[in-house]
């Protein structure tokens, strides 16, 4: 069928924008006051879709909403934690994943109250419920000096009765981890079988305390000391063997940290994801777990300006020059690959750099600390969290679309209220053409890049104008077409 290319500016149904074309409203970077509470049906009603919204929410970061000894050194170059508090709702997230001495369930430091290590815990998690935020919670088994966790715990009835209590005591979280990446060798060292059993202990005390809260089996970890590629089956395989032996469901979640691999680029390592979900899906379809969701409660990717040269070369050759832009992109990709396989949760790991683990996930977050970068300004991925959680959040995230997943360009569909929303990306060198089918009844069209048009964050002076936007061609055909030069950069196409 001959199709005619015209301007898109002079098509009436049809307004693709360019700069200062057509103007989008953007939200508030902090939140408006508090209006006074009313107990009006109406206002019940909204309050309960705003929960169940950020329930839904798949955003997050890794032990970050959390004011403690550890915290309060590395967020005074922010202005403490209020600072915090006010960054997360600024980039509209609901969700934080408590572990270790970030807000983890550790047995010992709880029930022994350990340089008042329970004190804070209760304050965090009464913080986090008061300011609506979605907790997860690591429990961890470890009590004393010769019991660090590792291990089975030598008395499981005194571990469960403190899981009992735990649980009970903090009702407001209704979210629950069994330990840490525990295929990975370092923070669990024990065999599948006695893990199996950590599980059934810990799941039997959660749903004894709390029959609804979702329990998160023990996460796993996609990548060795070496960051090659770690399988998950010769450790978890076994563990749900033993689970499956009952026939009872010992969990609702598993989790799978996905970080970047040494075999691949900067650029595309977010495609090592097909054949980690894959392997999720498959170990959980074998062993009667196929209703359980699949979660990402650690993904990360750094940036290495602030790297000395020491510690440049302990990287991988492809990840020794890591940009703000890099880090952005990868970013990006890796979250809206994620949903569109089926993950319901993605954490950051982490929101600001700080001496979190190692000198990488030091240098992984989306702000910089003076200590380590020489500023506490936001770098680019800062900006693209923020539009992307705009843009995305409150979309059905059961129902994304894999428009088109070759030749190197990635098309995503996905809808918010209605409306539909489009997600590219060209990972060739150069730019393609690219043609999206609209819906009968659309009115305009707004194609925005998910990247600020700077080299750093530190260039961003406006917000609402740091993304380029692009203009596009109308296809005179049915089903109408918006045409556009697609390049390195992610898209977003959004009907109007």
């Known amino acids: 069928m001959n199709k005619l290319i ?12 360019g700069i200062g074309g057509f103007l989008v409203l953007q939200k508030p970077g902090f939140p408006e006051p508090q209006k006074e509470k009313t107990t009006s049906p109406f206002y019940e009603a909204e309050k309960q879709k705003e929960i169940k919204t950020s329930q839904d929410s798949p955003f997050g970061f890794l032990g970050q909403y959390v004011n403690n000894s550890r915290t309060k050194p590395i ?3 922010y202005g403490g934690f209020s600072a915090i508090q006010s960054i997360y709702r600024d980039l509209n997230v609901h969700w934080d994943r408590g572990a270790t001495k970030s807000g983890g369930a550790i047995w010992g430091a709880i029930e022994k109250n350990i340089d008042g290590y329970a004190n804070g815990f209760k304050t965090h998690v009464d913080t986090a419920n008061k300011n609506n935020i979605n907790l997860l919670i690591t429990i961890e088994p470890g009590y004393s000096e010769s019991e660090r966790g590792e291990k089975l715990p030598s008395n499981l009835i005194g571990y469960a009765d403190f899981v009992r209590k735990l649980v009970k005591d903090y009702s407001s979280v209704k979210y629950w981890q069994i330990h840490n990446e525990v295929n990975g060798g370092v923070f669990w060292k024990d065999t599948p079988k006695n893990y199996a059993k950590l599980v059934q202990t810990t799941s039997d005390a959660i749903r004894k305390s709390c029959s609804d809260c979702t329990i998160v089996l023990g996460s796993s970890i996609n990548i060795d000391v070496k960051g090659k590629a770690k399988s998950i089956i010769p450790y978890f395989e076994p563990v749900l063997k033993e689970l499956n032996k009952s026939g009872k469901k010992y969990f609702d979640v598993f989790d799978y940290h996905f970080f970047p691999l040494s075999g691949y680029a900067p650029k595309s390592h977010y495609q090592a994801l097909d054949d980690g979900i894959d392997s999720v899906k498959n170990l959980l379809n ?9 979660w990402i409660t650690e993904t990360m990717i750094f940036t290495t300006d602030g790297m000395s040269k020491r510690e440049i070369q302990k990287l991988p ?15 990006f990709k890796t979250y809206v690959s994620a949903l569109s396989k ?17 000198f990488m996930f030091d240098r992984a977050g989306l702000i910089r600390h003076p200590n380590f970068s020489g500023s506490a300004e936001k770098k680019l ?6 539009k992307m959680t705009e843009i995305l959040e409150g979309s059905d995230w059961d129902n994304i679309q894999i428009i088109q997943e070759s030749d190197g360009v990635y098309i995503y569909k996905f809808n918010k209220s209605g409306k539909n929303i489009w997600v590219a990306w060209n990972d060739n060198k150069e730019s393609k053409k690219i043609w999206i089918t609209l819906n009968k009844d659309t009115k305009y069209i707004k194609i925005t890049e998910t990247v600020p048009k700077y080299e750093s964050g530190k260039e961003v002076i406006d917000y609402n104008t740091a993304f ?10 049915y089903p109408m077409k918006v045409g556009f030069e697609l390049k390195d950069v992610p898209v977003f196409v959004e009907e109007k």
Do not use: H
Not at 6 to 17: K, L
Not at 286 to 294: C, D, M, Q, R, S
Not at 317 to 324: A, M, P
């Open 342 to 358: 089926g993950v319901k949760k993605i954490f950051w790991n982490k929101l600001t750099e700080g001496p979190w683990f190692d």
């Open 286 to 294: 074998k062993y009667g777990y196929g209703e359980a969701e699949i």
């Open 317 to 331: 050759e492809k990840y020794r020059i890591i940009t703000e832009k890099q880090q952005a992109l990868s970013l």
């Open 75 to 77: 967020y005074a170059a």
């Open 468 to 477: 380029k936007e692009i203009r596009g061609d109308m296809a005179e055909s």
């Open 381 to 386: 991925s800062y900006y693209t969290y923020k």
């Open 6 to 17: 015209i301007p898109i500016i002079i098509v009436v149904a049809i307004i693709v924008v």
